[in-house]
């Protein structure tokens, strides 16, 4: 099987698809400089991330087969309370019906 050729992004291709960035997401102590690191697939880095969720299954599944998705930051409004923020993302309703 023939090795897949890693598709190469240039600067203004990285900066129109992740926009302005001060900080490099992969390492925050250093600034961004538009690699495009951040947007190659975790398994396959010859190929830019469509978000599948093939990752997520794999690296970080809990033994009940739970996905483990790590939320460093919330942005949001000033006046947005926590509980608006839940009903934004279909959160308040605790499976109740």
Request: glycine share 6%.
């Amino acid at each position: 099987m023939a090795k897949k050729k890693k598709i190469k992004l240039t600067k203004e291709q990285v900066e129109k698809i992740i926009g302005e960035r001060l900080e490099c997401i992969l390492d925050e102590s250093q600034p961004c400089t538009y690699c495009g690191k951040c947007l190659y697939c975790d398994l396959d880095s010859s190929k830019i991330c469509d978000n599948c969720g093939k990752c997520l299954d794999t690296i970080n599944t809990d033994e009940k087969g739970f996905v483990k998705i790590p939320i460093d930051k919330i942005i949001a409004d000033d006046d947005l309370t926590l509980e608006d923020l839940y009903k934004q993302y279909g959160l308040d309703d605790d499976g109740e019906e």
